[in-house]
């Protein structure tokens, strides 16, 4: 599986993003897709996540809760993260990952920086 992530940019607080990822390869065995981040010096954290298969089942990180959505376009197994009401604590590294029945696979991440 090969995830493309794209999206990231410079914002200002209170401003709103969409990032995109986009799954190619053996994706049937995907089971569910999502994103996590990682600001300088810290370790990378969840964010949110989506179900692939079946019901489109969604968790989100408290921190995020309310500010972002996560959806999924099966057809182009792609998922969507809309990030609104932005805050200087976002600016990280977003990932986008595959969750699936044997094995992870990670996307090269795109930088989310949110000025105050």
């Known amino acids: 599986v090969q995830l493309q992530a794209s999206g990231g940019g410079l914002v200002q607080a209170g401003g709103s993003l969409r990032l995109s990822c986009a799954a190619s390869?053996?994706?049937?065995?995907?089971?569910?897709m999502g994103w996590y981040r990682q600001a300088p010096g810290k370790e990378r954290e969840f964010v949110a996540r989506?179900?692939?298969?079946?019901?489109?089942?969604?968790h989100y990180a408290d921190s995020v809760t309310g500010r972002f959505t996560i959806s999924r376009e099966n057809a182009m197994k792609t998922i969507y993260l809309q990030m609104n009401n932005l805050k200087a604590e976002d600016t990280a590294v977003y990932y986008c990952?595959?969750?699936?029945?044997?094995?992870?696979?990670w996307g090269q991440g795109t930088l989310v920086t949110v000025s105050s």
């Open positions: 990952v595959s969750h699936g029945s044997f094995e992870d696979y």
């Open positions: 390869g053996r994706t049937l065995s995907i089971n569910d």
């Open positions: 989506i179900s692939i298969q079946g019901s489109r089942e969604t």
